[in-house]
Structure formats: structure tokens, C-alpha cells
């Protein structure tokens, strides 16, 4: 059966009240909002790159040596030990990078910057240059997560006053918890925004347990998908404002790092239950149930030998995606309504011919779409800039992403 015949959807999503606004508005004091955001006043960077713990030797935002299968933390390495947060610590939806923060690879407070990200990326799971970038070009240059002129990020609640360079006039910048913008509906282990009133980046520990049930505790691609699967059918069922829009490609490539990032060379790779639940923090009690505990790197974990690369994670969308197929689009007036992106997506659904190419320019275009063509005046030229960063990461192999031309 052709994907783009799995679902009756109809119409397009010309009506999602709830999605009108782009830029992120105060959430004030609802769950990761500026009231209720910890506050840390004891900023204080990641850890400075040591020659005697040199990992990947990414320093200054600037790319490593791309070669991995070394033990993070390194023995004696103490500057990276992990430690407990506290709370007036930011921690956010993404396990990952809570992980970082506790080690002390990004800053411990949750406040990091552009090349922090870049450096902890590389350095602790061998994530490739080109993908690190584009994360963090994502997050803090089209998402409106971050500040494009500080180039910092929290990676959790809205910390606006300290990542501003000007709170009056930049607005809010909310955060990996902005709804929406990196963080969407459907979450392996977070519950939607709205239904939870606001707080998206919790980790819920029963949906950890039924992750497991449904995998088996083996979080392979072929077993994430068809959780993936399962958790789109509860969302929309029971989320009267679902929203999945095609930045739903980012949840499948985010989904990929429990496989391809997070494996234990010394447990052969393998995707299994402890390793991933440690990075997720979820301890598993006696009675089958678990308890959230702050997230760390496994003991002796040996990270994954080549770099993950753009492409690499651009495959692994399309792999996990096409084995258990969902819709792009929305609740509104009790109904499903399917979104259209040609020649990629119609009516919600992903093209039977789509190729892992096609994947990576609909991912180019998310985040050229965004920023408008009318602040080319104020800001560097979206196309210059994407240009400059697809032609210094992928050489020109590589440019626009498997696009046929550059966007404008």
C-alpha cells in the first residue's frame, strides 16, 4: 500500500488557531514559563578543553577529528564527573543534552551557548560537524529558541533575562520547552503540551514503562518506530489540539540517537535497557515501575566509533518513518486534517517515492522557511549564511542538502 493512502485525510490545515502566533509568547508562571524558570546565579561555562582528556578535540566551536570509540568521562577526567542538579538548575525535554549539562560538557546551570553545543556534540557522542551545526542553527537562529546575537540557549524553561542581549526588544526566547519549535506533540517520554497545561519537558516515567513494554528494553529502529507509531495514534485520540507538523521529521531523527548515539561499545553496541535508561534517567524500581533520577552517561561508556553525520540522521528518518508511516497536520473541530508540503507531503501524508535526499532537502527548507526575506537588511542573508555553513560542513557534494538549487 502506497504511504500516502494510509490515512483518509481531507483538506488542508488552513485553521490551527492554537499555532497562529510564530514568535513564542511569555508563558509567565505556567510550567516553563520566565516565573517558574530556576534561576542559577552562579553561571559558570563548561568545563575549558583539557590535552590531557582531549576526547574528540573539538575546542571554540570549531570541528573535531570525527573519531570516536573512546570511554566518556575518560578515567581521572573529574572535570566532567556527574553531579546532581539542583534546583536552580535548568534541565529541559531533551535527555541528551540534560546528560551534558550534568557532566559538566555544556554548563551545569542550563544556559549554553552555540559553541559549547558544538563541542559537547562531537566530543562526548560524536555527533558530525555539519549535524551539530545544524542543531544548534536550528534551535537558536530559526527556532527563536535561543539568541542569535549572544548565542546562548536554555536548554529547558525561558530564561530570556539571561540569554537576551536585549529582553525588551528581542521578546521572549523561550527555550527548548517553546512548544511547537523543536519540542512537538507525541514525545517518546513527554506528554503534550496542552493536555498537560504547559509542561511538555517533564520526563513521565509511566511513559518510559509502556516505551519499554512496547520495545521489549531493545531500542532498535525497527521497535522505536513502531512505538513512534503507537504514541501519534494515543496522542491524537486523546489531544483535542495534536499538532504534528512536518517538523515531526525532527522527533524520528531525535528517536535515532537511542540506537546510533548512545550504545555501549563496551555492551557491543547494543540499544539495550540500562544503557538507554540511564541517559533517560529512569531507574527502574522493584516492582516493574520506574522513578525519575537526573540523567548521566552510563558507567565506562565507550561512544560510537565514526561521526554521525547529517546524512546519516537524514536516512534514519526516512528508515524509521516509512516502516510505520503517520500523518502531518492537526486536531480542529474534532477531526484529523492533513497538511500538504509539495512534492514531498499531500494531504499528510510522506510521497511513496520519496527518497532519503528528498528527506534532507525537506529539512533544508524547515529551516530556511522561517526567517523572512525583509530582515536580510538587519541580519546576514538567510541563503548567505545557510550557504556558507552547507559549503564549510558538506563541501559542495553536499550543498543545499539534497536540494537541486539553492533556496532564496
Same mark, same amino acid.
Given at each position: ?20 502566533? *510564530?514568535?513564542?509568547?511569555? !508563558?509567565?508562571?505556567?510550567? =516553563? ?17 583539557? @590535552? ?16 570516536? !570509540? ?12 556527574? &553531579? ?10 531533551? @535527555? =541528551?543534552?540534560?546528560? /551534558?549539562?550534568?557532566? =559538566? ?5 542550563? &544556559?549554553?551557548?552555540?559553541? #559549547? ?100 528494553? +531493545? ?18 485520540? #486523546? ?28 555492551? =557491543? ?24 533520577? @537526573? #540523567?548521566? &552517561? ?6 560510537? #566509533? ?12 526516512? *528508515?524509521?518513518? $516509512? ?26 501524508? /510522506?510521497?511513496?517515492? $520519496? ?14 522557511? @522561517?526567517?523572512?526575506?525583509? +530582515?536580510?537588511? &538587519? ?22 542538502? !539534497? ?6
Amino acid at each position: 500500500m502506497k504511504i500516502d493512502q494510509i490515512l483518509p485525510f481531507v483538506g488542508l490545515a488552513t485553521a490551527l488557531p492554537w499555532m497562529g502566533d *510564530k514568535r513564542q509568547q511569555s !508563558g509567565g508562571a505556567q510550567p =516553563g514559563g520566565p516565573i517558574t524558570c530556576p534561576f542559577n546565579p552562579n553561571h559558570q561555562p563548561a568545563a575549558s578543553w583539557d @590535552p590531557n582528556f582531549p576526547y574528540n578535540h573539538a575546542k571554540n566551536g570549531l570541528p573535531g577529528k570525527g573519531k570516536g !570509540g573512546y570511554q566518556v568521562p575518560a578515567e581521572g577526567d573529574t572535570a566532567h564527573r556527574f &553531579i546532581t542538579p539542583t534546583d536552580k538548575d535548568i534541565r529541559g525535554p531533551c @535527555p =541528551g543534552l540534560n546528560a /551534558l549539562a550534568n557532566h =559538566g560538557f555544556i554548563a551545569r546551570d542550563g &544556559i549554553t551557548t552555540y559553541n #559549547e553545543l558544538l563541542d559537547a556534540l562531537q566530543n562526548v557522542y560524536n555527533v558530525g560537524y555539519d549535524l551539530a551545526n545544524f542543531l544548534a542553527f536550528y534551535a537558536i537562529y530559526v527556532a527563536g529558541l535561543g539568541d542569535p546575537v549572544t548565542k546562548k540557549l536554555s536548554i529547558g524553561c525561558d530564561a530570556t533575562t539571561r540569554t537576551s542581549w536585549s529582553p525588551i526588544i528581542t521578546g521572549s526566547e523561550p527555550g527548548l520547552n517553546g512548544h511547537s519549535k523543536m519540542e512537538i506533540d507525541a514525545s517518546l517520554t513527554r506528554n503534550d503540551f496542552f493536555p498537560a497545561s504547559g509542561d511538555n519537558f517533564s520526563f513521565n516515567a509511566s511513559l518510559f514503562k509502556v516505551f519499554e513494554e512496547s520495545t521489549g528494553g +531493545l531500542f532498535d529502529v525497527d521497535r522505536i518506530s513502531k512505538y513512534r507509531h503507537e504514541r501519534w495514534h494515543q496522542c491524537q485520540a #486523546e489531544n483535542p489540539q495534536f499538532y504534528f507538523p512536518i517538523l515531526g521529521l525532527f522527533q524520528y531523527g531525535a528517536a535515532s540517537f537511542l540506537y546510533e548515539l548512545w550504545p555501549n561499545g563496551n555492551e =557491543g553496541y547494543v540499544p539495550n535497557l540500562h544503557n538507554t535508561a540511564t541517559f533517560f534517567g529512569a531507574l527502574r524500581l522493584p516492582d516493574g515501575n520506574y522513578l525519575r533520577v @537526573p #540523567e548521566r &552517561i552510563p558507567a565506562s561508556w565507550v561512544n560510537r #566509533e565514526k561521526p554521525y553525520f547529517l546524512l546519516d540522521i537524514a536516512a534514519e528518518i526516512f *528508515k524509521m518513518y $516509512t516502516k510505520n508511516p503517520v500523518g502531518f497536520g492537526g486536531n480542529a473541530g474534532g477531526e484529523f486534517i492533513g497538511i500538504n508540503e509539495p512534492p514531498f507531503i499531500n494531504d499528510g501524508a /510522506l510521497n511513496a517515492n $520519496t527518497t532519503v535526499e528528498d528527506v534532507s532537502c525537506l529539512l533544508y527548507q524547515i529551516i530556511s522557511r @522561517p526567517v523572512p526575506s525583509t +530582515l536580510n537588511g &538587519i541580519v546576514t542573508p538567510l541563503v548567505e549564511a545557510t550557504e556558507a555553513l552547507l559549503i564549510t560542513l558538506f563541501g559542495a557534494e553536499f550543498n543545499n542538502l !539534497g536540494c537541486p538549487f539553492a533556496l532564496t
